[in-house]
């Protein structure tokens, strides 16, 4: 598997955690643990993706500023995101387990928010010339 398909795997599986985050707003109770966990995840794997692309093996980690500050040695621009993976890191781990880790709407909305402003720069970032040519051209969803 050449580097774009493997980036393109990593940004695929982030997409679908950030789509399942959002779909898991329409339940009743709201898995606020859930939902952030999955806003965790998709930034983990865009920033992962991002070493991938550049032909760095990502750490086995879920420490989002560790792989922000690696991102930060490609390109500065990504050094804009170290507080939204201040926010984010603790959803990778600690909600999975019963920790006393008391989350709410506010936390969730923020996760959310943050892991979204994550995809859409990273999208940005990374897109392939061809990828931007077929979404002026609006070939591609």
């Known amino acids: 598997m050449n580097k ?5 795997e990593w940004f695929e599986m982030a997409k ?10 329409n339940m009743r109770p709201v898995p606020i643990e859930i939902i952030c ?3 965790e995840q998709s930034a983990e794997k865009m920033l992962k993706g991002v070493l991938v692309l550049h ?9 989002l500023l560790q792989l922000c500050k690696q991102c930060c040695e490609i390109d500065e621009e990504y050094e804009q995101f170290s507080d939204s993976c201040i926010e984010l890191t603790p959803y990778g781990v600690q909600v999975r387990y019963p920790s006393g880790i008391e989350l709410d709407e506010t936390d969730m909305r923020c996760a ?3 892991a979204r ?5 990273v999208s940005a970032m990374c897109a392939s ?3 931007d040519a077929e979404q002026e051209q609006g070939l591609t969803l």
Do not use: G, S
């Open 117 to 121: 402003k994550i995809y859409e720069f």
């Open 37 to 39: 966990y999955h806003c």
């Open 129 to 131: 010339p061809d990828e």
């Open 112 to 114: 959310l928010q943050e």
């Open 4 to 8: 774009q398909d493997l980036n393109n």
């Open 16 to 25: 679908t955690d950030l789509d399942a985050a959002e779909y898991l707003l």
């Open 55 to 63: 032909n760095i093996e990502p750490p086995k980690t879920h420490d």
